[in-house]
Structure formats: C-alpha cells, structure tokens
T-cell receptor
Framework: KNQVEQSPQSLIILEGKNCTLQ??????????LRWYKQDTGRGPVSLTI?????NTKSNGRYTATLDADTKQSSLHITASQLSDSASYIC??????????FGKGTSLLVTP | DAGVIQSPRHEVTEMGQEVTLRCKPI?????LFWYRQTMMRGLELLIY????????DSGMPEDRFSAKMPNASFSTLKIQPSEPRDSAVYFC?????????????FGNGTRLTVT
C-alpha cells in the first residue's frame, strides 16, 4: 500500500491563477519531505526539502508547507505560468536512503 | 555541471535481447540510485550504491536484472533477457554525502520499449 497519497490526480488551471497540491503520508519514522517537479520526458527536479522542524519553505513561486502532526503537506504555486505544466511528486523519507514516492499530481496550465 | 547523464535516451528492443543502460553521476556524488517509473506504479527504487558498493538491491525485480558500478563515474543497469513487462522509463540519480537532507539529482532517463 502506497504510504504517500497525492491529490488531486490531475488539475487544469488558467495561466496567472494560483493552485495548491496536497500530499498525505503515513510513513513512519519521518525524516524529511520533498517536492519534485517532473517535466514531460525529463527527470524529476527538486523543489524543496523540509525536515520535521520546518513548517514552510519557499522556492520562488513555489511554497511548501508541512504539518508533521497531521502528516500532511501542500505545495502552493503562485501566479502560475505555462512552464509550470508538469507532474509534481511528493516524496517522504524514512531514514537513510529509503524514499517513499507519491504517484504525482499532473498540472496543466492553459493560456 | 552537466548533471547526471544517462544513455541511451530511448531503447527499443525485442523480447529476449540484452539491454544495457548507462549512467554517469555528478562528479563528487557518492550515492547512486537506479529507479524505474511506470504509470501504474510510479517511481520504484531498483538498487542503491554508496561509494561504488551496492547497499540495497532488494528492488531489483528478478535475476534478469543486474547493476554494476565499477568506478565513481559510471554505472550500468543490465536486463538479460528482456521482456515486454520491462518497458518503462529508467532513471539514474545521484546525491552527495549527507544524503538525508540533500536532493537527489536525476538524469533524464532511458525510455525502454520491449516488443
């Protein structure tokens, strides 16, 4: 059973609008939570890494939040651009090298 | 920095043939991972190397799969014989020491199609 669940599975928004992607996890023990962006035909690229003690982390127009108590994270994209069209993958680390991948949210930004 | 380099980008082969995928990690990175990505299962870890030594190969599906890392700058993933169900995108990723809080750097993958 996948320990990292992402929602929605897919999302379409208009250019310039904001959106929020969700990630719920049951992974334990928890080490850190990562968000990756994967463009079509490319490998995933790291957006943020948050440890247990971090609630918010930003990378440009991307802001990730983490609630370790409820085991939830969100990725907020502000003022979306066409280039934001991609799959966004939530990854939760246990300890060491063990990473648990969500199946991703596919985002399409339309003109 | 050229990033993680994988070759070939695409591979089409017939069932039963041997397939070799190649990876050059980022210089100075001592952790290397091979992942497989499918629509159904997402990203799955196949094998993890640290300092060129295989640490965890429990994700390797069957004995048909093997991986080597003869030196710090090169790794291969071999499938022999290949089967249609091996069709997927295979990613190589590397990371520096202190992997716990360091990002994984992925290559652009090899799309494998086995007919």
């Amino acid at each position: 059973k996948n320990q990292v669940e992402q929602s929605p599975q897919s999302l379409i928004i208009l250019e310039g609008k904001n959106c929020t992607l969700q990630c719920n996890y049951t992974v334990s023990p928890f080490s850190n939570l990562r968000w990756y962006k994967q463009d079509t035909g490319r490998g995933p690229v790291s957006l943020t890494i948050m440890t247990f003690s971090e609630n918010t982390k930003s990378n440009g127009r991307y802001t990730a939040t983490l609630d370790a108590d409820t085991k939830q994270s969100s990725l907020h994209i502000t003022a979306s651009q066409l280039s934001d069209s991609a799959s966004y993958i939530c990854v939760v680390s246990e300890s060491g090298y063990a990473l648990n991948f969500g199946k991703g949210t596919s985002l399409l930004v339309t003109p | 920095d050229a990033g993680v380099i994988q070759s070939p980008r695409h591979e089409v082969t017939e069932m039963g043939q041997e397939v070799t995928l190649r990876c050059k990690p980022i210089s100075g990175h001592n952790s290397l991972f091979w992942y497989r990505q499918t629509m159904m299962r997402g990203l799955e870890l196949l094998i993890y190397f640290n300092n060129n030594v295989p640490i965890d190969d429990s994700g390797m599906p069957e004995d048909r799969f093997s991986a080597k890392m003869p030196n710090a700058s090169f790794s291969t993933l071999k499938i022999q014989p290949s089967e249609p169900r091996d069709s997927a995108v295979y990613f190589c990723a590397s990371s520096s020491q202190g992997f716990l809080n360091s990002p994984l750097h992925f290559g652009n993958g090899t799309r494998l199609t086995v007919t």
